[in-house]
C-alpha cells in the first residue's frame, strides 16, 4: 500500500490506521469496500432528482464511511452538505456536488492506483 | 446477520455485543475494535436488529447502534426496546455525529446509556463500551447477591416465627400438663378462635394477620395457671369458695406474667394475649371475672376465647366433670349454665359448631380436666 498516493488522494493515512489499530490489511480492504458503496452516486441521483430527503440520506452514509476511512475532504463537504439541508438550505448543499465530485474522484483514483 | 468470531484471547469473557449499522465498512471497523472483547454479531438495519435482539435478550453484553438507517431507525429501535424492558439491562450505543440537539435529549428519555461519536476514536470507544459493559455485570452480581440475601434473611425470619410460636405452644401445653390436660386443649382453642374469625361474620374487620396474632394469642389464654398452687389447680371435685377465689387470679396473673416478658410486646400478638388472659372469664351480663365487664366491653377476641374455652371443656373430660355430649354441650352454653354469652357470638358459633366438632373427629380420645 503506497501510503503517499492515499495521502495525496486526500486521505489521512495514519488517521485512518489508527482507527483499525495499525491493520493495513483492514484498510486495504476496507478501501476496496469503498468503491462499492453507492451513498457517493445516491447523493448524485437526489441531486439530479432534486430531493433534498435522500439527498440528506446519502451524504450522511457519505459523511459517515468517509469519516471513519479518514478521507478528510470528502469528510468536510459531506458534513457541510448535512448541515446545509436539515438547515433547510438544500439548494446550498445541491452546490456543493462539484466539489464533492472533485474530492470524490480524487479518493477513487488513489485507491484504485493502489490496485487494493 | 453475521458473526464474527473473537471471543477474546483471554477466553474468560464469552458474550457478545451487537453492532447495528447499514454502512458495511462502519460495521467492519466497529467489529475489528472489539472482536478481540466479545463475540461481534452485526445487523444491517433497525429491523433485524430488533429480531436478533428480541430472540436473545440476555445474549448481548452491549449494542452498539447507528442513528441513521433507511426503514427502522436507531431512534425507532429504542422506542421499541423501551415497553421490553430491555434497556435497562443491556447497555445502548448510539452511534451518532450530531450531539447535542433533541434527537440526543429523546434518547436519554428511552435509556439510551451513551453516544459514540463518529468518525470512531478507538481507545475512546472501546474503553467506554468495555467499562459500561463491566458495570452491568458488577451490577448484575450485587443483584443476585443481594436478592440472595434477601432470601435468606426471610427464611430466618420464618424460622423465628416458627420458633416463636412453637415455643409458645410448648409452654402453654406444659401449664396445661399440671392440671392434667393433653396439650390438644390448647391446640384446639387455637383452630376453634381461627374458624369462629375467619369463617363467620364475628370476625369482620379483622385481617388475616390479626386473626394469626388472635389465634397465637388464644393459646396462651391460661398461662396465669402457672401461679396458682397444685392444691388447687388438681384439686377433684369442687373449690371452696376461698379456693375459688385464688383460682380465679388465673386470669390477671397471666395479664401480669405476659406484661413482665419484654420479648413479648414486639409481636403483634401482644396486646390480644394480654387482653384474652384477663379477660377470657368475662360474661356478657357482666357477672364474669376479674373485672365484671359487660357487654362490648369485652373485646371480640376475649368473647370468643371465652366461648371456645366453656365449649372445649363441656365436651371433653374434666377431673370434676364428665365429657358431655355436643347436644348437651350447646344447650348447657344456650340456656347459660355456664354464664351469659353475647347471643351473636353464639348465633356465629352454632353456625359454624358442626364444622369445629369435626376437626376433633380422628383426634385421640380426650383425657383431660379442668375448666375453671
Not at chain 1, 452516486?41 to 440520506?57: H, I, K, M, S, T
Not at chain 2, 365436651?315 to 354464664?339: H, Q, W
Amino acid at each position: 500500500m503506497r501510503h503517499e498516493v492515499l495521502a495525496a488522494g486526500g486521505i489521512d493515512v495514519d488517521d485512518a490506521l489508527g482507527r483499525l489499530m495499525g491493520s493495513e490489511k483492514l484498510l486495504a480492504r476496507l478501501l476496496g469496500k469503498f468503491l462499492d458503496d453507492t451513498s457517493y452516486q445516491r447523493f448524485l441521483d437526489a441531486v439530479a432528482a432534486d430531493d433534498a430527503e435522500a439527498g440528506l440520506e446519502a451524504a450522511h452514509a457519505l459523511k459517515g464511511v468517509s469519516g471513519n476511512l479518514s478521507m478528510v475532504r470528502v469528510h468536510e463537504l459531506t458534513t457541510r452538505a448535512c448541515e446545509l439541508i436539515r438547515a433547510g438550505d438544500w439548494p446550498a448543499a445541491r452546490g456543493l456536488a462539484d466539489e464533492l465530485g472533485s474530492a470524490y474522484s480524487s479518493v477513487k483514483a488513489a485507491i484504485e492506483a493502489c490496485e487494493l | 446477520m453475521t458473526t464474527q468470531t473473537g471471543a477474546g484471547a483471554d477466553g474468560a469473557r464469552a458474550s457478545r455485543i451487537l453492532v447495528v449499522d447499514d454502512e458495511e465498512i462502519n460495521r467492519l471497523i466497529l467489529a475489528a475494535l472489539f472482536e478481540e472483547h466479545f463475540e461481534v454479531v452485526t445487523a444491517s438495519d433497525g429491523q433485524e436488529a430488533l429480531e436478533v435482539l428480541l430472540a436473545d435478550p440476555g445474549g448481548f453484553a452491549a449494542v452498539l447502534l447507528d442513528v441513521m438507517m433507511p426503514n427502522v431507525d436507531g431512534m425507532e429501535v429504542l422506542k421499541r426496546l423501551k415497553p421490553t424492558g430491555l434497556l435497562e439491562r443491556v447497555p445502548v450505543f448510539l452511534i451518532t455525529a450530531e450531539r447535542g440537539n433533541a434527537v440526543m435529549e429523546e434518547a436519554y428519555r428511552l435509556g439510551v446509556m451513551d453516544f459514540i461519536g463518529k468518525p470512531v476514536v478507538p481507545y475512546v470507544v472501546v474503553r467506554r463500551v468495555l467499562s459500561v459493559v463491566e458495570l452491568f455485570e458488577a451490577r448484575k452480581r450485587l443483584s443476585l447477591t443481594v436478592e440472595d440475601q434477601r432470601l435468606q434473611l426471610l427464611e430466618r425470619a420464618e424460622q423465628i416465627i416458627e420458633l416463636n410460636r412453637g415455643m409458645i405452644e410448648s409452654l402453654s401445653a406444659a401449664i396445661e400438663f399440671r392440671d392434667g390436660e393433653s396439650g390438644e386443649h390448647v391446640r384446639r382453642i387455637h383452630d376453634i378462635t381461627r374458624t369462629m374469625l375467619l369463617e363467620t361474620p364475628f370476625g369482620e374487620g379483622l385481617s388475616a394477620e390479626d386473626v394469626d396474632d388472635i389465634a397465637l394469642a388464644s393459646i396462651m389464654h391460661d398461662v396465669g395457671k402457672i401461679a396458682i398452687p397444685d392444691a388447687i389447680l388438681c384439686k377433684p371435685g369442687r373449690l371452696t369458695a376461698e379456693e375459688f377465689e385464688v383460682m380465679k387470679t388465673h386470669t390477671t396473673q397471666g395479664a401480669v406474667l405476659l406484661g413482665r416478658i419484654p420479648q413479648m410486646r414486639s409481636l403483634g400478638a401482644y396486646r390480644y394475649a394480654v387482653d384474652i388472659a384477663r379477660h377470657h372469664h368475662e360474661r356478657w351480663d357482666g357477672r364474669g371475672y376479674p373485672d365484671g365487664l359487660a357487654g362490648d366491653e369485652i373485646s371480640p377476641w376475649a368473647q370468643v376465647v371465652g366461648l371456645a374455652d366453656v365449649y372445649d371443656a363441656l365436651t371433653n373430660r374434666r377431673v370434676y366433670k364428665p365429657a358431655f355430649t355436643r347436644e348437651e354441650s350447646l344447650r348447657m352454653i344456650c340456656d347459660g349454665e355456664c354464664g351469659a354469652f353475647n347471643p351473636r357470638l353464639l348465633e356465629c358459633f352454632l353456625e359454624v359448631e358442626p364444622a369445629i366438632a369435626r376437626l376433633y373427629e380422628g383426634a385421640e380420645a380426650p383425657e383431660t380436666e379442668g375448666e375453671r
